[in-house]
């Protein structure tokens, strides 16, 4: 039996076009359904239903084979045990610092980032040397600026829409990100067959699409 992880909403209604022209499909939606194992069209496959930034870890672990995850929350978790053979080209975005037009951001004193990539933000001011305190959040981190919580944020950005409704402006580029394959080191070799014909197809789909 072949595992392959999911997250519900825009992974999953992203990633269901390039598994239908793969041939693998789960024969029920997510939406529909309060199962987290969900059957496929193909008897010796099934879906695991697992929140986005839980995915690597589940992959990571064994308990699932192969998986779909965004690179911003692959970055964030290092990427441990996992091998990343294709980038499915799907929900992009950008992963950015962002935060008030005026923000000083030469200012020596030490600025207060919130975000729910606390590695990738640390890291990202590590880089250039520069002092930063991490606030971790789980999401809406567009409003801690507004509450003074913190002076900058790091999140991703798409149109910028969300941005803008909250008087905020993108200040740096960290990453261009898109959804990756990620598969478990040990499945690629205990799995090879099928996991190497779902890399094969999928790279024909992503093709296709693109
Ligand atoms: P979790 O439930 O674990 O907090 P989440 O709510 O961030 O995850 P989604 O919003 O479905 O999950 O996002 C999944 C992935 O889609 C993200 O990891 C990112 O790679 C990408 N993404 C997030 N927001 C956007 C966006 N506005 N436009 C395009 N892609 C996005
Ligand atoms: C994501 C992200 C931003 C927004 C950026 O949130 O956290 O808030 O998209 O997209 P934009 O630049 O097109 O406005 P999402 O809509 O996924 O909601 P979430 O807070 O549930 O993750």
């Known amino acids: ?21 793969a041939g693998v499909v789960p024969t029920e939606h997510p939406d529909k359904s309060r199962k ?7 008897p010796d496959v099934q879906f695991l239903v ?50 008030y037009p005026d ?22 001011f590590a880089a250039q040397a520069r002092q930063v305190e991490i ?13 003074k919580l913190c002076d900058l944020i790091v999140d991703v950005v798409d149109t910028g829409a969300t941005l803008k409704a909250n008087g905020l402006v993108p200040l740096e580029h960290i990453a261009d990100i898109s959804s990756r394959l990620v598969v478990n080191r040990v499945a690629m070799k205990t799995h090879s067959h099928q996991i190497g014909a779902l890399i094969d197809q999928l790279n024909a789909a992503v093709k296709m699409s693109g």
């Open 135 to 147: 606030i971790k959040l789980y999401g809406s981190m567009e409003l801690a600026p507004l509450v």
């Open 36 to 42: 987290l194992i969900l059957p496929a069209n193909l």
């Open 50 to 99: 697992v929140r986005a930034s839980d995915v690597p870890t589940y992959v990571q672990h064994g308990g699932a084979h192969v998986g779909v995850v965004g690179k911003d929350v692959l970055m964030e978790h290092g990427g441990e045990g996992l091998l990343e053979p294709i980038d499915l080209n799907i929900a992009c975005c950008k992963l950015m610092v962002a935060g």
């Open 1 to 21: 039996m072949l595992n392959i992880a999911l997250s519900k909403g825009r992974i999953f209604d992203e990633t269901l076009p390039l598994f239908e022209a």
């Open 103 to 124: 923000t000083n951001l030469d200012s020596t004193q030490r600025l207060r980032v919130a975000t729910k990539y606390s590695n990738c933000a640390r890291a990202h």
